[in-house]
């Protein structure tokens, strides 16, 4: 029978909470019957060479991952490194989502501009990733999980149903070998151990692009004076240097008129990657948050921008770099409305 793959990436540190819930949905899940569960550290740290990338890249049938990251940082973060899938819909809802009198319509991709979309052939495969914020108990997570298997069981068996009625000898073949209509489906994960799996990982801090807000502007790579941003062989958008980002620092997020720029562990949800429509149950105007007006958002983004030159031993440029056409001539207002806002949230703990 085909396994679907769990992966649970630690939070960085060692809170005590944070690990009694990992502990809590490990042992549990490691009771139920057609999954592999592994553990690794926090997903964003993994560097190139770090076995637990290693052995999420070798998966190949379809994926759960559990992070304390919003969903769709960690659903980009892993397609970045190569982890790719069709995303898969969680139904997990953080509880207080549930209350909002009058929750917040959620933005859709018909509402903004093309998008670059992701890179190259996705793998027939499907990728989950769920919030160990949103709940402090297990059992929402192994309910989730398990409508996860079933929902994944029932595509493969749809599909294994329209290859029998399209190739029937080849699928008589399969069954005959094989044993089971399910294992035309997925390939077994290779082995790892365990410890070389939770091998320490040094914290790390870079952008994570989501492509289905990216249009490829490309006014990220002007703005940023690190040599963080490059292009591919086709003139998309990437991020090159990832280690070269400036800790702390999320200025091309702002600057960015998409709001595809991520920074999976910033203070503000906005920029760590949340959905636009409600966080934590609290209406959220994602543009606000990125910055206010355009004007807001760049003199945010300048003064960031100019603390890391300095830092550097180098001169602030101010606006006279690397600054959108758009928004170029406009004035640097005050932003006091914005602090306000990200001063509420922050104050929210969100
Ligand atoms: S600024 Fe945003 S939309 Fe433009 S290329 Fe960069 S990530 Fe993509
Ligand atoms: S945060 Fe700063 S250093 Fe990092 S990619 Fe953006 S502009 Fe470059």
Known sequence: MARLTIVLSQAPGKHPAKRALEEGVVAALLLEPGLEVSVVPN?????????????????????????????????????????????????????????????????????????????????????????????????????????????????????????????PVIVQLGLAVNGTANSLATAETPAFAPEALLAPAGRRWYPVIDYNRCTNCLECLDFCLFGVYGVDGLERILVENQDQCKKGC???????????????????????????????????????????????????????????LVNDGRTAVGMAVGIPKRQEGKPQSPKDDLDKLVDDLDSLGL
């Open 250 to 308: 999320p200025a091309c997020s702002r600057v960015c008129p998409q709001q595809a720029i991520i920074f999976p562990e910033y203070k503000s949800a906005a920029i760590a990657g949340a959905n636009t429509g409600a966080i934590g149950g609290l209406k959220i105007d994602l543009s606000k948050l990125f910055g206010g007006d355009v004007a807001d958002a760049l003199s945010m983004a300048v003064q960031e921008r100019d603390r890391e």
């Open 43 to 167: 997903l964003y740290d993994l560097g190139p060479d770090h076995t637990g990338r290693l052995f999420l890249g070798a998966v190949r049938g379809d994926l759960v991952v559990l992070s304390w990251l919003y969903p769709r940082a960690a659903f980009w973060l892993l397609d970045r490194i190569g982890i790719q899938g069709h995303e898969g819909q969680s139904q997990l809802k953080h509880p207080a989502d549930d209350e909002e009198e009058d929750p917040a319509e959620p933005e859709t991709s018909a509402d903004r501009p093309v998008a670059i979309g992701p890179v190259g052939a996705i793998p027939d495969r499907h990728i989950y990733c769920l919030d160990l914020r949103d709940f402090n108990k297990p059992e929402p997570y192994l309910k989730e999980v398990a409508r996860i298997v079933a929902e994944c069981r029932d595509r493969r068996d749809t599909k294994a149903r329209e290859k029998a009625a399209n190739h």
